[in-house]
């Protein structure tokens, strides 16, 4: 404890005035010669006790008001809340939550307000900057989404921090907490003030928090103690109201690919979570922004309904369908949901298979991929196959020949091409997509040695032949072989098979199959990362469909932006029966559709993740035909050009230029971390002022952002208590506390209380023994 | 201290003469005087008639009645005695406080004055009369006689005491128990402060054997309601070593509530041993007192 005014502190001598009126007192006594002594002594030993008692205490009060008062006057610091180095400039990193549930009404002493919960998180934040005052510096991370420092990745002093405020646009998808505190911390670690401090504002939502584990929020408590300077935390949550809302989000998570002309069914989920039911409500269903029809749906309290659409687009290209609910009493970003479809004329696939060394072999291979990948054009009936396939023996495939097909699949080969790995290394990392069949033992060697030694691209090893003998068995019982385990398929080409009526897998019974064995990687046999930066890497294989007894039939690893499909059996009826059932075709060209497109490319994101577009041929004749010589230059350099006669719209009517990253033979574009839920269109043509060309992008929002229920107090202060932070409720409340951090706290005020209680105390106590002696 | 003819001033002299002391029960008496006697004889004050009983002396018969109602009567009278007082006074050193109320008159003064009042009362009705002083024991003691020349001798004992050491009434009345070999009066002119329980008991003892008992409890006002307000220094006037620092104002109420208790007991213990008890202040003229007590005695017999 400290002392503003020390020199009044000596006015405790004070209290020695009590005890000298007390010692003078005693001095002039009246002494009486009495003879009634033992009645005196009889009453003294009943009063004595309480008389002392009383005394004493009115003694020590009387003692207490001037220590009391002095020590008021001389303005005591109490400096336990002092923190080390409080008196240090410090660095403050700011977690301001902007997604869209901070555009709830907030509450303001219970009561809605006008204002939105971030507007009124924006007004605490600069009164905090500004009490803090200058010497302080400010990282400001606007975590909705993802965690983006919006002052330029280091930290700017209150003037500059308040004009940041003002850019803070909100309406961002859903926070990661975790990701936001990690990058608090990283944050606090590149500061230079000797002290530090992460505010975290947000509104609390359950549903952002209830995905963070204890452990999780303990190990970050844990990090941020263990830094060299540790940050003080600071949980500042945001009132809003918690009323009704109505979100609308769609039930499928992957970008729809359909032909011209095909149609396609979207269903979209509406959830009320108001407390009130809700009567038809009308639900605008549109498409790419023309509207299609209405809906009218009844919702009952605390539940959801859907709604379905069957589209069809008669031009090549991106689409939007989008669902609109009309909510205007709550938070409007969760009030649509949009569904991007991509109307595609038709693919190019090659199928490399050696025709003429075996006939009769590779003329049913061919037949089959043939079938199952172009049906019309194979069953000489009308209608138009998404799939164009073509044929090329292993002698006649070129680098460039591989570049016009979006996949390629390798079946039975003899003639092998040493040079054919090289060729199909790049291409599956620019984004093609393989399918791997295997064929005899010639060719199952060359791929287990050329794509899955070096910089391998295949899954797994091709191992030793499984063979199920005799069809029919002794007893003319019909050997059923082995078929596939019954499962729910996750990989988006396989969801369709989990209902029945698309089709059965395990209704087909293999035979002959090959053993798939781990990769030995006795060199890095990941493919190496080219010079563009990270598209280029490669995951740890998966198995996508596996037999009863437990050997992968059905294998994927992407590669880069590519993926490549092993089968473990031939495509042959000698092998299995697969290719004589009805789910063979939908097989063969969801695996082919889905890899091609849902893989390299991200039209439909959930908000923070990255759009990846692909250039079209047009696209690349427009940056080929408008982009100067040394931009061209440059590109060649560095694999980067910025596209200028594109930009990318977002939701907000925020217009951006994008770069362009060339790789492996293919333009792409990163749009990074989506922030705001909605239809990003990335326009490019001849002027920036009538843009002809469109890709719909989507970024989807996380249906719990909706829930505007708030967390429980408890739960709150438990997660303050994992984080080592503490909670303050408003501006002044931070402020005040920073201040006892800084300076500790006067203590003046409470010392003046207790000179007033005091002094009410010594009159009770004389008024009681006036009474007693009355 | 006064001299014995200070101890009687001429307002007291003259009320003194017209007081007579009748004692309420029956004692042994040398001399024929003005007090009953148990013993029936040939006194002149009758007292009853019974039947006759083959016996009976023939002389005490009642011949007028027999002429009246021709049966035998024996006629019974009550022979007069004098009285045998025995005055005990306490000279302890707690007699010796003074009040402001009183006039500079210690209790221990009040007592020998309130003495000789009865002394020369007594006295003057022919009664016999002796004197004790005693503190903790016995001091001095006049055996009781009944002639006029005595009352000098029952002056000079009280006009030579003094007041000082401490009390023992209890020690000193069972010390005189068998100093008063007859029935008689015994008059305790004291403070009493010391263990009622004990008093009584060994008031007792004088009540058992056909004793009247009369106490005057001498009190100063100020002790019965303890005036002081200060922070005071009380000090023993029987063992000046004891000395108590109190504040007055807060211990009066206990003290007071410890003064009643003390009285009640006292008087209750008297009313039980029928010993008449009567408390006086040193503000207070003795032959007042006395005067009081007499009235207020011939009331009730």
Known sequence: MTFLNVSLAAGTAACLIPLIIHLLSRSRLKVIDWGAMHWIESAVETNARRIQWHSLLLLLVRCMIPITLALCLARPVLTVWKSPGSQDRANVVWLVDDSYSMHAPALVDGQASSRTGLEQSLTEIRKIITGMGAGTQHSIFTIGAAPVNITGGGSVDWPAASGFLNSIPGGAGACRMVDSLSAAATANGQANQPRRLIVLVSDFQQSQWEDVLDSTLLTIGERYKSMPIAPQVVLLPMSTQAAGNLSVACMSQETAVIGVGQSIDITTSIRNHSSSVITKLPVAISADHQELSTKFVDIDRQSQTQVSVSCQFDSVGSHVVSFKVADAASIRADDAAHFPVRVVDQIKVLVIADQLSSPAKGAIEEEYLRFALAPFASGRTAGRDLVQVSFLEPSSVSSEALEPFTAVLLGDMTNLNPALADWLRPYVVGGGTLLIFPGDQQQVAWCNSQLGSDNAILPFRFGAPTTVENKIGPANEINLGQRVSRQIYSHPALGLFNERENGDLTSAEFFRWLRLEPLVTTTDSSPKRSATGTMNSASPPTVLVSLDNGDPLITERKIGHGTVIQFACELNDQSSNLVSRPMFLPLIQQLVLVSTFSVAEAHRVETGQDFVVRLSDVARQEINSKTTTAKKNETTKSGRVTFHNAVIVTPTGLRQHLDIIREASADWIKYPAARVPGVYTFEFGSTAASATKVEYLVAANVPDESNLERLPRERLEKIAELLGAEVVSTASEFLQTERQRRNGKEIWPYLLILVVVLLFTELIIQQRQARTTA | ?301
């Open chain 2, 1 to 301: 201290m006064p001299t014995p003819s200070q101890l009687l001033d001429v307002r007291d002299r003259e009320r003194v003469a017209k007081l007579q002391l009748l004692a309420r029960e029956v004692v042994d008496g040398l001399t024929v005087g003005m007090h009953s006697s148990p013993h029936k004889g040939f006194s002149i004050e009758f007292k009853e008639h019974r039947p006759y009983v083959r016996g009976d002396e023939v002389r005490s018969l009642d011949w007028k009645l027999y002429a009246k109602t021709d049966r035998l009567y024996i006629r019974q009278y009550e022979e007069e005695t004098n009285l045998r007082c025995i005055l005990l006074v306490d000279q302890s050193g707690s007699m010796a406080y003074a009040g402001s109320r009183s006039a500079g008159v210690s209790k221990h003064e009040f007592s020998v004055r309130l003495a000789a009042c009865l002394a020369t009362m007594l006295i003057g009705q022919q009664d016999a009369v002796g004197a004790v002083t005693f503190d903790t024991s016995v001091r001095r003691f006049v055996p009781a006689r009944s002639k006029p020349t005595h009352l000098h001798n029952l002056l000079e004992c009280f006009a030579s005491s003094r007041a000082g050491g401490e009390t023992s009434l209890a020690s000193v009345l069972t010390e005189m128990h068998p100093k008063l070999d007859r029935r008689g009066l015994l008059v305790l002119i004291s403070d009493c402060f010391d263990d009622v329980t004990s008093l009584l008991k060994t008031l007792t003892f004088f009540r058992h054997a056909r004793n009247e008992v009369l106490l005057f409890q001498v009190s100063d006002q100020d002790e019965l309601d303890f005036p002081f307000r200060d922070k005071t220094q009380f000090r023993s006037l029987e063992q000046p070593a004891r000395n108590r620092l109190v504040d007055a104002k807060r211990l009066r109420d206990d003290y007071l509530e410890k003064v009643t208790a003390f009285k009640n007991e006292l008087s209750a213990g008297c009313a039980r041993l029928h010993v008449d008890l009567v408390p006086c202040t040193t503000d207070q003229s003795p032959s007042q007192v006395l005067s009081s007590y007499l009235g207020a005695r011939g009331r009730a017999k």
